[in-house]
C-alpha cells in the first residue's frame, strides 16, 4: 500500500478533487462525441475512438498536473491507461451480457464505471497532495 504522510495539503487535495470532477464531466460527457461513445463500444473498429475519447481525459488530466503540481505530468499517462482499461472492459461486459438501457445491468456499468474513474481521479488528487507536501 503507497504511503500517504501524515500531513498532505488540504488546500491542494480540495483543488486536486474538484478539478478532477468537473474533468469528469467535461471530459466524459461534454467533450465525447457520438463517434467515440459508439465507436468504442463496437467489436471491431474501436481503438481509434476510444484513444481519441481516453486522449481527452489525458489533456484535462496534464493540464490539471501542469496547475497544481507539474511534475506530476506523468499522471496524465496513467489516466490514459487506466480510463482506456475501465472503458474497454465496461465494452466488453455490456456485448457479453448485452445489456440495453432498459435493464438494470447496463445501468449497474455505468454507475460502476462513474465509480471506478472517480476513485482512480481521487487517488491522483492524493498523490498530488502528499507530492506538494514532500517535496
Known amino acids: 500500500m503507497p504511503i ?51 486522449g481527452i481525459h489525458a489533456l484535462c488530466t496534464l493540464a490539471i498536473c501542469l496547475f497544481l503540481l507539474p511534475h506530476l505530468a506523468w499522471l496524465a499517462l496513467a489516466d490514459f491507461l487506466v480510463h482506456a482499461a475501465i472503458d474497454r472492459s465496461k465494452s466488453l461486459l455490456q456485448a457479453k451480457f448485452k445489456f440495453t438501457p432498459d435493464q438494470s445491468g447496463y445501468w449497474w456499468m455505468l454507475g460502476l464505471d462513474q465509480t471506478l474513474h472517480h476513485a482512480t481521479h481521487l487517488a491522483f488528487a492524493v498523490a498530488i497532495a502528499a507530492a506538494s507536501v514532500a517535496g
Do not use: C, N, Y
Open 4 to 54: 500517504i504522510p501524515e500531513q498532505i495539503s488540504a488546500h491542494i487535495l480540495i483543488w486536486a478533487t474538484a478539478l478532477f470532477i468537473l474533468k469528469q464531466l467535461i471530459a466524459d460527457f461534454i467533450l465525447q462525441t457520438a463517434w467515440m461513445a459508439k465507436g468504442k463500444e463496437r467489436q471491431t473498429g474501436w481503438v481509434a475512438p476510444l484513444a481519441a475519447h481516453v
